[in-house]
């Protein structure tokens, strides 16, 4: 690996050290190698412990980029403590792991919550996905309940986002409103319409009250009862979108007020500060500890594209000017070549309005000779031959330079749209980043909801995107109702699918009645289930809820593989009391457990672990016992308490002893575990035994036997199969580009892509048997997702069962997108189609910026708005700065009016400044 050796600016920025820090970073710079190196320089020479650093990125795909750049530079396992990802991310984490939320609590995102919304208004979920004007009124709904909740919370006004969703003619319907019931409008009155939308709709439409005009309130007032539908829908099933998350994470920060119950970072870097919103800044700034050792913002006003999501480029414009903070500029682009740097900082300068000393002057790779074909402007007569002409000149770049990636960039949805048409009539293989994400399809989040089911059965969204897609139900609503149904009466839907239809209450209250049950609990050398070992097991037999007299059972195990000293930030209690008893070998030490349990119904707290890691030791020391062949099934205290509180907000026994007022010590030695479980299942069962007659009920109803029998024939097989898979080592295959698995083999062939993993084998297992039934359509594309998967996200060969890939992977591949793919190894493809904001942060060779006129780059609806003006202005210098070879401009020179008549179009005004680097190709001379 070549090592890293920084110019005088980079060196400067990795050893800023103490206060407030700005880096001005322009495309080009190295900004990732620094952001890695100043991880390094900190612990290393500053001694600041990773577990204190905070590094916030804007995208998944920078912070996917970090990480693998942090693991290939730092050879030091400590350096996992550091936290690098996106804001929306960090507050989930930081939600769940301070029992913020329910633990049941699902994320959603905006395609979920058109979903839900839509149920309300009788729409259809996908007519309104595809209509963009629709879309928008379902954001403003979306908008408006995360506002009010700023308002109701106090927020400062300057930290509101999207404060859009209220227009002008919403404001003048709620100072009508105000006026007639004879209240100053202010933010109680705001609260109080909100509250009672439904009230005051039903006074505006009776005879007796004088609001004037109608329609104005009427529309408001529907838009805020919607919002709080919405909102309870939310609360009911334990659902969070986007807004939720940094919305709570604010309100638990500032009630922290002595910065005492939450962790704060001494050490925060924050890259692409530009692209955060007001709020999403302030969460930054309570996370920052007090004192702290450094803060460092990273930004480039020449790349803030992103107002439509709430960013202003206000907030890199008030670091610049604060007095404590110390600016910095990354001066040398290590990227382009100079005849490349010079259009981008004569841009930069003269469009823009950058300082001319803030601009980056070239590197080494600015030295590369100049052929004379790298700056073009492309003429075309019109549109269409716009399109073919651009899509044969990138086939012969692709042609000519076979090691190069080329990249249509392009200002719409719909031009991304045209370009991938043309190439795939033309047999030009290509990968498409626009419009409807891959990842959001019905068929996609379908897949990744069987690897959702199986990572966690309690998944709420995942269970209604399985009976959905599986036919159970015709629509998304009908499926979460049931979801709901089931939920709310303690019945998991992977309970319908047992041969046996008795639910897992039932199985539980059936075995507490009737059978002798072994209360075990292991304390362990880790938390790998395969390779560590177990060093202590202790167990207790209870009938009846009883303990049998004289049952308690507790041994300790020799092992020669290190003990953890700590468990977190606690003095591990094993260490010490392993040396006040007998250690037994191994073997002997498991059989006695095994003969002791003999006829027993096993049950632990988070059993699946303590099963499991039983079993593998068993096979390591004893491997004559069958676990599976003595106790096929074994019950959970913590699935139990799942079923029964889902209202919880997390399950380790400290917290359930304490919360639902039980007896016992949670002191992490497993014969105190297995007396606090005890007291835990005799919890359950009392609560279970009111819950079985209407889970009866419930199941014998008619129309639910119906889906339930729907649901078990498209789906019981698959389940328990890829259940019995969720252990075992396999070997990859190869599939097909249209997915099909194929042989054994070790690299490509046909097309094919290499699976690796056993993640990825299930995923296409489950698509494959989707398409022989009928269920799905092919999915166009799936290939780039299980290239990804097997080639960039999955180490096979260090997590080789379904279990390990699936609880390191879940919850990363559920945030990726489109975009992510791109810049994969496993990707084939040469030629992208990509829209000016999703190819933020991508770079390529070549790059053709398409349909570059004036009226659309800046757009006709810019002209009057000085402010969105210089946004497009800002977008085109990131659409020319994706290039790293070979730039080239795309025009046509007459379009059809609306009228089907031809007129003369420009190129874009903002090519003024810059054309002269350019020379005129037109197509067909």
């Known amino acids: 690996m070549q090592t890293f050796v920084p110019d005088h600016c980079q060196q400067e920025v990795i050893a800023a050290c103490g206060g407030f820090h700005l880096v001005l970073a322009p495309p080009g710079c190295g900004k990732t190698q620094i952001l890695t190196e100043r991880i390094r320089h900190a612990h290393n020479s500053e001694g600041v412990a990773y577990a204190d650093m905070l590094c916030l990125t804007f995208t998944n795909r920078a912070a996917r980029g970090m990480v693998e750049r942090i693991a290939g530079s730092i050879a030091d396992d400590a350096v996992g403590d550091v936290f690098v990802g996106n804001v929306h991310r960090f507050c989930s984490k930081f939600l769940f792991a301070n029992a ?38 379902y954001s403003d709904i979306f908008h408006l309940e995360a506002m009010m909740h700023q308002i109701r919370h106090a927020h400062p006004k300057a930290l509101r986002v999207h404060t859009d969703c209220i227009n002008a003619d919403d404001i003048g319907a709620m100072r009508r409103i105000c006026d007639v019931t004879k209240k100053p409008f202010d933010a109680a009155a705001m609260i109080d319409i909100y509250d009672n939308s439904d009230t005051y709709r039903d006074l505006v439409m009776s ?207 719909r031009d991304a749209e045209v370009i991938s048409t043309e190439l795939s009539r033309c047999n030009i293989g290509h990968f498409k980043v626009s419009g409807t994400d891959l990842f959001s399809l019905p068929e996609i989040k379908l897949l990744l909801a069987h690897l959702g089911v199986l990572n966690n059965e309690f998944s709420f969204m995942s269970w209604a995107r399985l009976l959905k897609g599986l036919r159970v139900y015709e629509n998304s609503a009908a499926a979460r109702n049931f979801v709901r149904a089931l939920f709310d009466r303690a019945i998991m839907p992977s309970d319908l699918l047992r041969p046996d239809s008795r639910t897992y209450l039932q199985r539980f209250v059936s075995s507490y009645d009737d059978d002798t049950i072994v209360v075990f609990d292991t ?9 560590d070992d177990i060093l202590q097991i ?29 468990l977190g930030d606690i003095v591990n209690p094993i260490v010490e009391e392993r040396k006040h008893h007998e250690l037994l070998e191994h073997a002997d030490a498991l059989r006695q457990f095994m003969q002791y349990a003999e006829g027993c119904v096993l049950l632990g707290h988070n059993a699946d672990y303590d099963y499991h890691i039983l079993h593998f030791n068993l096979a390591r020391y004893a491997p004559d016992i069958k676990l599976a062949e003595q106790h096929p099934e074994y019950l959970d205290s913590l699935r139990l308490v799942r079923l029964l509180h889902p209202e919880l907000k997390e399950h380790k026994l400290k917290y359930l002893l304490s919360v639902l007022g039980l007896e016992g010590t949670n002191s992490h030695l497993a014969d105190d575990d297995v007396n606090a479980t005890r007291s835990v299942v005799v919890h359950c069962y009392n609560i279970a035994t009111t819950k079985i007659e209407e889970q009866d009920k419930f ?10 029998d729907t649901l078990r024939r498209n789906y019981g097989d698959v389940y328990r199969e890829a259940l019995g898979r969720m252990y075992e080592r ?53 290939r780039f997702v299980l290239a990804y998967l097997s080639g960039d996200m999955i180490d096979a060969e260090k997590e080789p069962t379904l279990y390990e890939q699936l609880c390191n992977h879940t919850m990363e591949i559920s945030t990726l997108k489109e975009a992510d793919l791109c810049g994969s190894r496993s990707i084939n493809e040469r030629i992208f189609v990509t829209t000016i904001h999703k190819a933020k942060g991508l770079e390529f060779d070549n790059v053709i910026v398409f349909d570059a006129v004036d009226g659309r780059i800046p757009n006709y609806y810019s002209r009057n708005n000085p402010r969105q003006l210089a946004e497009d202005a800002r977008k085109f210098y990131v659409a020319l700065s994706r290039a790293k070879e070979r730039l080239y401009v795309a025009q046509c020179i007459q379009r059809l009016d609306y009228h089907n008549v031809p007129h003369d179009v420009h190129l874009t005004p903002l090519m003024r400044s810059i054309a002269k680097y350019f020379k005129e190709e037109r197509f067909g001379n």
């Not at 007519?127 to 004007?133: D, E, I, K, W």
């Not at 699976?755 to 022989?772: Q, T």
Request: aromatic share 8%.
């Open 207 to 413: 005879d007796t009250a004088d609001y004037g005009y109608q329609q104005p309130i009427l529309k408001l007032l529907q838009k805020m009862s919607l919002a709080r539908q919405f909102q309870r829908y939310k609360r009911q099933n334990h659902l969070l979108d986007f807004h939720d998350l940094l919305l709570l994470t604010y309100d638990s920060l500032t009630s922290d007020a002595d910065r005492q119950m939450y962790k704060r970072y001494a050490w925060v870097q924050v890259d692409e500060v530009q692209d955060l919103n007001p709020l999403q800044m302030a969460i930054v700034k309570q996370l920052t500890a007090r004192p702290f050792h450094t803060v460092m913002f990273l930004g480039d006003e020449q790349q803030a594209i992103f107002s439509f999501m709430g960013a202003k480029l206000d907030a890199l414009s008030t670091l610049k000017q604060q007095p404590a903070c110390k600016l910095h500029h990354l001066s040398v682009n290590h990227r382009s070549p100079k005849y490349l740097l010079d259009v981008f900082n004569t841009y930069a300068a003269e469009v823009l309005k950058i300082d001319p000393s803030l601009l980056p002057e070239v590197g080494k790779t600015g030295v590369k000779p100049r052929m004379g074909n790298e700056l073009a402007i492309l003429c075309s007569q019109n549109y269409d031959q716009e399109v073919r002409e651009c899509v044969q000149f990138a086939n012969t770049l692709a042609t000519n330079y076979p090691d190069s990636t080329t990249a249509f960039v392009v200002n719409s949805n």
């Open 538 to 566: 202790a167990a207790v037999k209870i009938r009846g809820g009883e303990v049998v007299p004289g049952s308690q059972f507790a041994l300790y195990i020799e092992t020669d593989k290190p003990i953890p000293a700590m």
């Open 699 to 708: 199941l014998k109803d008619s129309r639910v036997r119906q889906r339930v």
């Open 523 to 531: 304390e362990t050398t880790g938390l790998d289930v395969f390779n």
């Open 730 to 782: 396999e070997e990859g295959k190869e599939i097909s580009e249209k997915g099909k698995v194929k042989s054994e083999k070790s690299d490509c062939c046909d097309g094919g892509v290499v699976v690796r993993g056993a993640l990825v084998e299930e995923l296409m297992r489950f698509y494959n048997y989707l398409l022989d039934s009928g269920l799905i359509v092919e999915i166009d594309g799936l």
């Open 100 to 137: 913020l939320v329910a633990a049941e609590s699902t994320v959603i995102d905006e395609d979920d919550a058109v979903s839900i919304l839509a149920r309300y208004l009788n729409e259809d979920e996908y007519a309104v996905l595809g209509n963009t004007a629709r879309r928008r009124d």
